[in-house]
């Protein structure tokens, strides 16, 4: 497991200053919200974009568990980091593996997406059929349904019993 001092002096995290404290916090509450409602809205009609939505809303809604709880503010390597960051000081094996599935699900798309840049017609046939269309469309609702939503509940439930 990689240590919270190793990623420190590595300058993947820092600790946050009282001053940027309440703007960083602020940013977040108001970053994962966004997402998620964005999430919401587009699943019917582009969810490849509710996936990706759907693991920014995870992802904004841990860096704001790690700087409210923690101090903690993710400087390089954003996403990766934050998993890191997340499998060291939290020991609830349910929000890890869903974090990491939402990570990898934003990885797939990713991936898919550097792909169709280097070859945009091939994309353009892949991803504009009806066929992908629905198919996306139940991946993004099982993702909002059975990753996203209860990621969020437990990384709220866990923010409740700091506080």
Known sequence: MVKID???????????????????IN??????????EHCNFVIKAFPRWSIISGYYAM???????????????????????TIKVLRELIKNKDILLLMEKGYS????LANDLAKAKK??????????????????EKRAEEF????????????????????
């Open 27 to 36: 940013f977040f509450e108001k970053s994962h919200k966004n997402n998620l």
């Open 105 to 108: 699900e934003f990885l797939f």
């Open 59 to 81: 992802h904004d809604i841990t860096k704001l568990l790690l700087a409210k709880e923690f101090r903690i503010k993710i400087e390089i390597e954003v996403h990766a980091t």
């Open 144 to 163: 909002m349904k059975d990753v996203v939503s209860p990621f969020i509940s437990k990384i709220k439930k866990l923010a409740e019993k700091n506080d």
């Open 119 to 136: 070859d945009r017609v091939k994309a353009q046939y892949y991803t504009g059929t009806e066929y992908m269309r629905k198919d996306y």
């Open 6 to 24: 190793i990623l420190i002096k590595e300058g993947k995290i820092s600790k946050i200053n009282e001053l940027e404290m309440e703007r960083y």
